[in-house]
């Protein structure tokens, strides 16, 4: 994988939040940058909004019920969003 290019990219859409995973990276590495940008927004961390649906888009990436459990944690734990879909 190139040095510059990013394993998560976040777009706003009409139904929420969308997260596309680049196929490339390995799963740890997609959720360290998760984990950061995540911390790194404040915005995220105000609970006194209301809650942000978020979808996940893998592209072609093969995810297990495991690392489905772990972004599900990462995401309704740490923050005031919740997952809508995991394609």
């Known amino acids: 994988m190139k040095e510059n290019q990013q394993c998560v990219t976040i777009k706003g859409t009409k139904e929420g939040l ?37 979808i996940f888009n893998f592209g072609y990436r093969y995810v297990s019920k495991e690392q489905k459990q772990q972004l599900r944690q990462l995401i309704e734990v740490r923050t005031y969003m919740y997952i809508k879909r995991l394609d």
Request: charged share 25%; no cysteine.
């Open 18 to 54: 969308t997260f596309y995973i680049n196929d490339d990276p390995p799963f740890s590495q997609v959720i360290d940058e998760l984990t950061s940008k995540l911390t790194s927004t404040d915005f995220l961390e105000d609970k006194s909004a209301e809650a942000l649906a978020v």
